[in-house]
C-alpha cells in the first residue's frame, strides 16, 4: 500500500449506509455500508460472485438502491440516480463500443456524447498508443486487450469525477497495466476518486490507499476511513 | 436534445456506411420481394399493375422490420445500451437520432424501389406531388412507431420474433394511407389521396410524442 | 402476518362480494338464455339467427371496456409507479382479449346466414380483429420471459398506446371500407329498429355479461396482485441468507 496521504477535510465522495440493490429478486448487495474521500484510489476485493461488480454498477447510478441510503458526488442515488451518471466512468467487463465503427469514431462519439471536446477525444487517442495506424481500424477487428485500450480512451475523454473500474488490467500487457496505473494515478492528482476491483493483487495492493473486502453483499473489512 | 439527436443520427448513418448492411443486404431484399410479387401475380394479367401500390408499400414494410432489427441490435450488443445511458445523452434526443437515422435509410430504399417498380412493372409515375409528401408522412410513421416498439422488444432473446408482431398490427393504418395515397396519386384524382396523408401525419406525430416522453423509461430498467 | 393466516389468504381470490356477484352473474346468464332462446320472437328479416346479438354486442361493449382500462392502468403506472394499476391493466388486458375472441366468434356465426360467408372485409370485423392482434401484441410483451420491472415497463408503453391505436385504427379500416361499399351490412342488423322483447333481451345481455366481465376482472386481479405479493415476500430472507453468505467465507 502506499503510504497513507492525510485525509483532506472534505465531504465523502461515495457515502453508503445499508445499501440494498437487487439483480431481478436476488440482494446482490445486502447492506452495504462504505465511505470513500476526495482524491483516493480504494481497492475493492472479493470472490467471484461477492457483489464488486454490482457494487459499482450501482455507485454508477445504473442500478436502483432497493433499501438503505447512498450519496454519490453529492447526488442523492434514491431521489434520481441520473443526475451521477454523467460525472462518473464505468469501465465494465462489456467494452460499449459499436464493432462495425472504427476506433476514432468510437472515441469521439462518447467523448462527444459526454460534452467532451474534439481535444479531448485526440488527447486521449495519443494518451492509450491509438492515435497511429488503429485510429482507422474497425472495432471488430481489434484484439480484447485493444479493444480495452480504446474503452480506456473513451472513459479518459470524458475526464470523469469518479472513476469506476471493473477489472482495469484484465486483458491488457504489460505496459497496458503501467499504463492504467499511472492514468489512474495522474487522475486523483487531478482531483479524481477512483474505485477498483482487480485480480492484479500485488498491483492493485501498490496502487490503492485503502482495501475493502466485500463477501455476500456486505462489507467485511475496510481500512479507509468508514472503519470502526 | 436536437444535439444528441443529431450525434446519434450522424453515428448510425456512419454506421451504415462503413458496414454497408442496409445497402448490401436489405436493399437487394428489397427488390427481390418486387420479383417475387411478379412471379405470385401474374404480370400479363394487369394484377400487377392494378397492385402496384400495395405492394410496393408491403416491400417497404418488410424491408423495414430489416432495418429497424438491423438499427437496434447495434445498440444492445456489448453493453452499449448501458453506456448510452451514462453518457448523459438525452433520452429524447437517442429516440429522435434514431428515428432520423432509419428514416434516411428508409427515404434512400422508398427511391431505388420506386425506381425498381416504375421499371420493373411500367408503372407510369404521376402526382409527384402526392407521392413525395406520402412518403415523407409514411417514412415518418414508420420509422418512429418502429424505434419505440424496436426498444420495446429489445435486448431479448424473442426479439426477432416479438417486433412483428408487435408492429404490424399498429401499422396496419399506414399501410392502408399510404397504399390509397398512392392510388389516388398514379390514378390521376390526388385530391382523394390528401386526407389519408393527415391521417398518417396524425400517427406519425402521436409516436414521435410517444417517444420522447416514454424512451427514458424503456432505457432505464436494466 | 402468520404462516397460517398467509396461507388461507392465498387459498382463494373470492370474498362474499364477489361470491354474491358471480351468483348474481349466474342467474343473469340463465335469464339471458331464457329471454334470447325462449322468450324473445325470431327477427323479421334475420329470422333466429338474431338471437346471437345478444351476446355479440354486449361483448363488444366490455371488450372495449377491458381496453379503456388497460390504456389508463398503464398510464397510472408510469406515472405514479402505482403496481395495483399495473395489475389492473393486464388482468383487464386478458378478459378484453377473451371478450373479443367471443365478438370475433359470433360475429362470424352470425355472419355465415346473413352475409354467406364467414368473414367479410367489414369494418367493424376488421378492425375488431387488428383489437385482438393488438392485444395480442400487448399480453406478449406482458409475459415475456425476463425481469418482473423489464416487462411491466415495456407493456406498460404498448398499453399507453392501445386506445389511440385502436381509434386510428378503426378510423383507417372505416375509410378504406366506406370508399367502394356503404357499411349497412351490420347496420341492417343491429342499427334496424329493435323494441319490445327483443330490446329487452338485449338489455337481460348487457347486464349478463357485464356482470361476468365484472367477476372475471376481479378475480384475474386479485390472482396477479398474490402472485406479485409471493414475488415481495422472500425479499427478506433473500437479504438474511446473501448476508449469511459472506459471514461463512
Not at chain 3, 377473451?98 to 376488421?126: E, H, K
Request: hydrophobic fraction near 55%; proline fraction near 4%; glycine fraction near 10%.
Amino acid at each position: 500500500m502506499r503510504p497513507s496521504v492525510p485525509v483532506p477535510p472534505t465531504e465523502a465522495v461515495i457515502r453508503l449506509r445499508g445499501v440494498v440493490a437487487l439483480l431481478g429478486r436476488f440482494p446482490a448487495l445486502a447492506g452495504i455500508d462504505l465511505e470513500v474521500a476526495p482524491r483516493r484510489i480504494v481497492l475493492l476485493r472479493g470472490a467471484n460472485g461477492a457483489g464488486k461488480t454490482t457494487l459499482l454498477r450501482t455507485l454508477a447510478g445504473l442500478i436502483a438502491v432497493a433499501e438503505g441510503q447512498a450519496t454519490v458526488l453529492g447526488v442523492d442515488l434514491v431521489a434520481d440516480r441520473r443526475a451521477v451518471r454523467h460525472r462518473v466512468g464505468l469501465l465494465g467487463h462489456a467494452t460499449g463500443l459499436y464493432d462495425d465503427l472504427t476506433v476514432g469514431d468510437n472515441v469521439r462519439f462518447w467523448a462527444r456524447a459526454a460534452g467532451a471536446e474534439a481535444d479531448d477525444a485526440e488527447q486521449a487517442l495519443v494518451r492509450l498508443g491509438l492515435a497511429g495506424r488503429l485510429r482507422s481500424v474497425a472495432v471488430s477487428r481489434l484484439s480484447a486487450g485493444q479493444r480495452r485500450r480504446t474503452s480506456l480512451a473513451c472513459l479518459i475523454a470524458r475526464r470523469p469525477e469518479l472513476w469506476l473500474l471493473d477489472e482495469p488490467h484484465a486483458g491488457l500487457d504489460q505496459d497496458g497495466r503501467d499504463l492504467v496505473d499511472t492514468i489512474l494515478r495522474e487522475a486523483t492528482a487531478a482531483g479524481a476518486t477512483v474505485l477498483l476491483s482487480s485480480h492484479e493483487l500485488d498491483r492493485s495492493l501498490q496502487l490503492a490507499d485503502e482495501v475493502v473486502t466485500i463477501a455476500g453483499g456486505v462489507v467485511v473489512a475496510d481500512t479507509g476511513m468508514s472503519a470502526p | 436534445m436536437l444535439r444528441d439527436a443529431l450525434l446519434i443520427a450522424g453515428k448510425d448513418l456512419r454506421l451504415e456506411l462503413r458496414s454497408r448492411v442496409a445497402l448490401n443486404q436489405v436493399l437487394p431484399f428489397a427488390l427481390l420481394v418486387l420479383v417475387l410479387f411478379a412471379f405470385a401475380l401474374d404480370p400479363d394479367r394487369g394484377l400487377l399493375a392494378r397492385a402496384t401500390p400495395g405492394l410496393y408499400w408491403v416491400a417497404v414494410l418488410f424491408s423495414a422490420l430489416l432495418a429497424l432489427q438491423r438499427s437496434l441490435s447495434v445498440e444492445s450488443a456489448d453493453g452499449n445500451r448501458d453506456a448510452l445511458r451514462l453518457s448523459g445523452l438525452d433520452p429524447a434526443g437517442i429516440f429522435l437520432g434514431k428515428v432520423l437515422a432509419v428514416a434516411t435509410q428508409l427515404a434512400v430504399l422508398e427511391v431505388l424501389l420506386g425506381v425498381g417498380v416504375a421499371v420493373l412493372y411500367t408503372t407510369r409515375i404521376t402526382g409527384w406531388v402526392l407521392l413525395a409528401v406520402t412518403c415523407v408522412v409514411a417514412t415518418a410513421s414508420i420509422a418512429a412507431a418502429g424505434t419505440l416498439f424496436g426498444v420495446v422488444a429489445a435486448g431479448l432473446r424473442v426479439r426477432e420474433t416479438l417486433l412483428p408482431l408487435l408492429l404490424l398490427p399498429v401499422l396496419a393504418p399506414v399501410l392502408i394511407g399510404a397504399t390509397r395515397a398512392f392510388e389516388a396519386a398514379l390514378a390521376g384524382s390526388p385530391s382523394e389521396g390528401w386526407p389519408w396523408v393527415g391521417l398518417m401525419g396524425v400517427f406519425a406525430s402521436l409516436y414521435i410524442v410517444a417517444g420522447v416522453f416514454g424512451f427514458g423509461p424503456l432505457l432505464e430498467e436494466s | 402476518m402468520t404462516t397460517e393466516a398467509h396461507r388461507q389468504d392465498i387459498d382463494s381470490t373470492g370474498s362474499n362480494g364477489t361470491r354474491v356477484l358471480g351468483i348474481a352473474a349466474l342467474i343473469a346468464m340463465a335469464a339471458l338464455a331464457l329471454f334470447g332462446l325462449v322468450l324473445s320472437p325470431a327477427d323479421a328479416n334475420q329470422g333466429e339467427v338474431v338471437r346471437i346479438l345478444y351476446v355479440h354486442v354486449p361483448s363488444a361493449t366490455v371488450a372495449y371496456i377491458g381496453c379503456f382500462l388497460t390504456t389508463i392502468g398503464s398510464a397510472v403506472y408510469l406515472w405514479r409507479r402505482s403496481r395495483w394499476w399495473e395489475l389492473v391493466a393486464y388482468a383487464s388486458a386478458e378478459i378484453a382479449t377473451v371478450f373479443t375472441s367471443i365478438v370475433l366468434v359470433t360475429g362470424m356465426i352470425w355472419g355465415r346466414p346473413t352475409w354467406g360467408v364467414y368473414w367479410v372485409w367489414d369494418a367493424r370485423l376488421t378492425s375488431t380483429a387488428m383489437l385482438l392482434l393488438l392485444l395480442l401484441g400487448y399480453l406478449a410483451v406482458r409475459r415475456l420471459p425476463a425481469d418482473h420491472e423489464v416487462r411491466t415497463r415495456r407493456a406498460a408503453i404498448v398499453g399507453l398506446l392501445l386506445v389511440p391505436n385502436v381509434i386510428i385504427v378503426r378510423q383507417s379500416v372505416q375509410w378504406w371500407r366506406t370508399l367502394h361499399q356503404k357499411p349497412t351490412l351490420l347496420a341492417n342488423g343491429v342499427g334496424a329498429k329493435i323494441e319490445g322483447l327483443m330490446l329487452f333481451s338485449l338489455f337481460v345481455g348487457f347486464i349478463a355479461i357485464g356482470l361476468v366481465f365484472a367477476w372475471l376482472l376481479i378475480h384475474r386481479f386479485r390472482l396477479a396482485w398474490l402472485e406479485d405479493q409471493l414475488d415481495e415476500a422472500g425479499l427478506d430472507v433473500a437479504i438474511a441468507e446473501r448476508r449469511a453468505e459472506g459471514a461463512a467465507s
